[in-house]
């Protein structure tokens, strides 16, 4: 087991500092990921999975604060490293594709100077011919037409998918060994999503490279992932195989989060989850699901639930299952 | 092809800024005053005096007929006779604009270089001693006017501690080389009066610092509030999250971007030094365009006046289409989609 | 009740984010400070009959003392009293300016970036043009010379140089505004076009408008300044900030408090009113993500 782990989080938690305090975003998190596993964050959008995804890079932003909690990768604390160790990190362990590929491409450089500058930093010490072969080579491992012209192109030249297209290639244009996508089809038409799904899963599998995918969206996380996650206000509240939690979902919030799914074969209007994402500057004291849950019990607004082991890896963060997988009434 | 007709569309543009300008000017010169003739001469001259000036700058004809006439006059580079000078406005430009001309380039060059540099060793240690510095200094700088720091420098250089020289633009006993371009330093150079060119660089530190302060610390802002920007988008976060170090990212991919607002305001701030330079020559007692046009405007010389403000708008012109070009250099979206409208 | 509770809270974030930077908490002090000065200079001032033509000969070229905080000229007023009422005509300008040329050149602005595709804005726009085609300072020099020198005067000449710049600015906003969802849906549902203009679109750009007034201020002051510092401004015998520092620079450097001292005073005025502004665009400001 110990070996196959490529990332462990535990009880990360981040805060954010603004006006009238602090939001509490992230209230102990914990999620490991295993190599070439496919591991699914779902959640609505708010809950923290972009926060978590970027604490894992070092990247959050300037008035975050990581006062607890410990990020394991390869057996080293991310946070604990500094300059050239984080450097390594970032150019040959993890990569990411962001979101908006249009907002993630530098607007006055070429293509081919972005992706030859990221391979540069990633594998020091080769040539700029060596370079440039590997960006086009890349690009045409993305399905991209045309690799050697889009070199010479401009981001804003280029369609949302390609551009989503030439992100991907240049995360993956060099050998890594976990790649964060985090929400990447969100900005796409709805035809090219399934495209750009496709092709990441199918790099991360020929590549044997592990993944964290980001998705608001249940049926990609299906489609895409070995291990789904599912996130609610900075917390994890389920854990599960990705067929088993479809068959046997037992959070509420996952509950809720899939009878709001419209299924094409009639049934009409979905359920829905009544109420909205706390308020992360005074989150509720207990479970934080709790003020939305029509299952809630007293002790469900005191204390925190654990993860509770549910049988065969199956966790869920739910007073109810306190007791090792019955239901306490 | 994109650049050569964004180039174009920029040129037909411009000329149609500059027929305008040339109206407006004429409306100032020949309709504000009411009596251009008697604004001229001044009350006391005699009315024979004023009417055979008014026939010299045809005021006896209908308007649109002297506009046809003062268009003519310009197109050919007649810009009619100074009153002061007694000479033709046209000859008086070409004697004065290149020194003012040399020292508005050399301050341009301090204010361009000086201001980014400056932004951006502010913005690579934000909130660090140094960037408090630039910041408290550029803000001074920008909120002192080009006067002030001149009668400061003159009085500080110029007596207190007298190192450079604060009257001219050449020491008396320094022999001047021939003119042959108008730039003191160019023609020193082409003749080999390196004592002169010595001398004449000595005397314009003092103006074009003083010109360029404003300026470069406009610049040194504009740079740092840029490039910290375009360090919170995604692109830089990318960035980071592939590995690329933060200098490489931060001098080279957020530089170039960061500098288009930088480059754009640029245009402004050089015409600000022309404009600047009115008074700044006027207390540094410089030979340049800008001394004798405020000469003329005190003096209600209408013919100059007008000449000197319609070639300001020529090179003022020039100069936007300079700084378009640079940014179309700069940004692709500009110079591959030609011509996004600047706002 | 609730209402109130509301204002204040949004009183109290405005006021966060104003004084979230110290400086734009001095300049406030600093402006406040520079308006009472002026509004009430015949009073504070130790000798207000100096800033009219006074004569002294017996007490000229005296430098900065108790009694003349900065020193006299050659005429033997008080350079200070001198300079606190320089600070009326400097306000004067600036307000006097400001309040001509926010309204029209705002109004031209939004009616050019209303009107997009037309005439109306081409013609709007390429006038604009011809006017920005010049820097103010020498546009302004230009038709101050052709008027008689007078505060008035100056005032109509930067009046005529500084509206294109809020014409430009408005303009930008209303073309992308105009386009806006609701714009459409208030055109869909039949508004009339000044109820578009000014209740949808107008609404849209004022905080970019307020930022930049309340920059300016300082920079019209600074383009005053300019005017009567080459004899163009206010006339003598009253006081005018820029007058002063050129006369004064003639008796560089033996007098130097002649002009160091309303110098300094500029300075400060432009300062002062740079730090407010920038307060009230970071108050303005939308909050970041």
Redesign the interface.
């Known amino acids: 087991m110990e070996d196959s782990t490529l990332v462990e989080i535990k009880n990360l938690t981040v805060w954010y500092r603004v006006y009238g305090g602090l939001l509490r975003v992230l209230d102990g998190v914990n999620l490991s990921v295993a190599r070439g596993q496919k591991v699914g964050i779902v959640g609505e959008t708010g809950c923290g999975k972009t926060t978590t995804v970027k604490a894992i890079l070092r990247i959050l932003p300037k008035n975050a604060v990581v006062p607890e909690g410990t990020i394991m990768f390869q057996g080293r604390n991310v946070l604990k490293m500094r300059g050239r160790e984080l450097q390594e990190l970032r150019g040959q362990g993890i990569a990411m594709v962001f979101q908006d590929p249009t907002a993630a491409l530098n607007p006055v450089f070429t293509i081919g100077q972005q992706i030859m500058e990221v391979i540069k930093y990633a594998r020091p010490g080769g040539k700029a011919k060596e370079w440039r072969e590997m960006a086009v080579r890349a690009l045409k491992e993305a399905a991209l037409p045309d690799p050697e012209r889009l070199m010479e192109n401009y981001p804003f030249q280029l369609s949302g998918g390609m551009r989503q297209r030439v992100c991907i290639a240049m995360a993956l244009a060099t050998a890594r060994t976990l790649l964060i996508a985090d929400e990447p089809t969100t900005n796409l038409d709805v035809t090219i999503q399934d495209q750009v799904l496709r092709l990441v899963r199918r790099l991360v599998e020929e590549k044997g490279t592990s993944l964290i995918l980001i998705t608001h969206s249940l049926g990609v996380a299906r489609e895409m992932t070995d291990l789904v996650y599912v996130m609610y206000a900075g917390t994890m509240v389920e854990v599960a195989q990705t067929d088993e939690l479809f068959d046997n979902p037992l959070h509420p919030y996952t509950l809720g989060l899939l009878q709001s799914i419209p299924k094409l074969t009639g049934g009409g209007v979905t359920q829905g989850i009544a109420g909205r994402i706390p308020d992360y500057a005074n989150p509720p004291p207990g479970c934080r699901f709790a003020p939305r849950c029509d299952q809630a019990m007293p002790i469900c607004s005191e204390r925190k639930p654990a993860l509770f082991d549910a049988g065969g890896g199956h966790q869920v963060a739910c007073w109810r299952f306190a007791a090792g997988g019955e239901a306490v009434a | 092809m994109g650049l050569g007709r964004f180039m174009v569309r920029r040129l037909a543009l411009s000329l149609l800024v500059l027929a305008g300008l040339s109206i407006l000017i004429f409306l100032i010169a020949r309709v504000v005053p009411g009596d251009p003739a008697r604004l001229a001469l001044g009350p006391r001259a005699p009315e024979w005096a004023v009417q055979s000036l008014r026939e010299e700058m045809n005021l006896d004809k209908p308007l649109h007929v002297q506009y046809y006439l003062w268009l003519r006059g310009l197109l050919r580079g007649d810009l009619g006779k100074s009153l002061l000078t007694r000479r033709p406005v046209m000859d008086d430009i070409k004697e004065f604009l290149p020194a003012t001309c040399e020292i508005v380039l050399f301050s341009a060059l301090v204010m361009a270089v000086g201001g980014i540099l400056l932004g951006v060793l502010s913005a690579s240690y934000p909130n660090s001693w140094f960037d408090n510095v630039v910041r408290v200094v550029a803000y001074l700088g920008i909120v002192t006017p080009s006067f002030v720091w001149a009668v400061i420098f003159v009085l500080i250089f110029g007596y207190i501690w007298p190192i450079l020289p604060v009257i001219g633009r050449l020491e008396m006993t320094v022999e001047a080389p021939p003119v042959f371009t108008g730039f003191l330093l160019l023609d020193s150079l082409i003749f080999g009066k390196y004592e002169a060119f010595w001398d004449g660089l000595r005397h314009l530190i003092l103006p074009s610092v003083a010109l360029a302060l404003g300026g470069m610390a406009q610049a040194a802002r504009i740079t740092r509030s840029s490039l910290m920007e375009n360090m919170g988008k995604d692109y830089a976060l990318a960035q980071v999250a592939y590995g690329i170090p933060w200098r490489v990212t931060l001098g080279k991919y957020l530089l170039k971007p960061s500098l288009i607002p930088t480059v754009s305001v640029m245009a402004l701030d050089i015409a600000a030094l022309f404009a600047n330079a009115f008074l700044v020559e006027l207390v540094f007692n410089y030979p340049g365009i800008s001394g004798y046009g405020i000469r003329a405007m005190l003096n209600k010389d209408v013919n100059a006046i007008s000449g000197v403000i319609m070639v300001m708008g020529v090179i003022f012109t020039g100069v936007n289409i300079i700084v378009d070009l640079v940014v179309a250099y700069l940004d692709p979206r500009v110079r591959l989609v030609g011509g996004s409208q600047s706002g | 009740m609730a209402d109130s509770a509301k204002w204040r809270e949004r009183l109290g974030?405005a006021w966060?984010?104003f004084s979230r930077n110290r400086l734009s908490v001095v300049g406030l002090v600093l402006v406040v400070g520079i308006i009472l000065l002026a509004l009430l200079a015949p009073v504070v001032v130790p000798y207000p009959e100096h800033a009219g033509a006074f004569v002294d000969y017996a007490n000229a070229n005296l430098p900065p003392s108790r009694t003349y905080l900065f020193g006299t000229d050659v005429f033997g007023r008080d350079i200070f009293s001198r300079t606190i009422f320089a600070f009326r005509g400097a306000l004067i300008m600036a307000i006097g300016v400001l309040v001509t040329v926010v309204p029209l050149g705002s109004f031209l602005g939004l009616v050019a970036g209303y009107f997009k595709g037309t005439r109306l804005e081409a013609f709007i726009m390429?006038?604009t043009?011809?006017?920005l085609?010049?820097?103010?300072?020498?546009?302004a020099?230009?038709?101050?010379?052709?008027?008689r020198p007078t505060l008035f005067n100056s005032m109509m000449a930067v009046c005529v140089s500084w509206w294109p710049w809020y014409t430009?600015l408005v303009?930008?906003m209303a073309?992308s505004v105009r386009s806006e969802f609701y714009v459409l849906a208030a055109e869909v549902a039949g508004a009339s076009k000044a109820h578009i203009l000014f209740r949808e679109i107008l609404p849209n750009c004022m905080a970019p408008i307020f930022t930049k007034m309340a920059l300016d201020v300082?920079w019209v002051i600074?383009v005053g300044?300019?005017l009567s510092?080459?004899?163009?401004g206010e006339q003598p015998p009253t006081p005018a900030l820029?007058t002063m520092?050129?006369d004064?620079?003639k008796y560089?450097?033996h007098l130097?408090w002649n002009?160091?001292f309303p110098?300094i005073a500029?300075?400060v005025m432009?300062?002062s009113f740079?730090?407010l502004g920038d307060g009230i665009r970071d108050m303005l400001a939308r909050?970041?993500a």
């Open positions: 974030r966060y984010k390429r006038i043009d011809v006017f085609a010049l820097p103010p300072l020498i546009l020099l230009a038709i101050c010379a052709m008027l430009r303009y930008g073309r300082g600074l300044a300019g510092f080459v004899g163009l820029g520092v050129s004064g620079a560089l450097p130097w002009s160091v110098a500029i300075m432009v300062l740079n730090l909050e970041e």
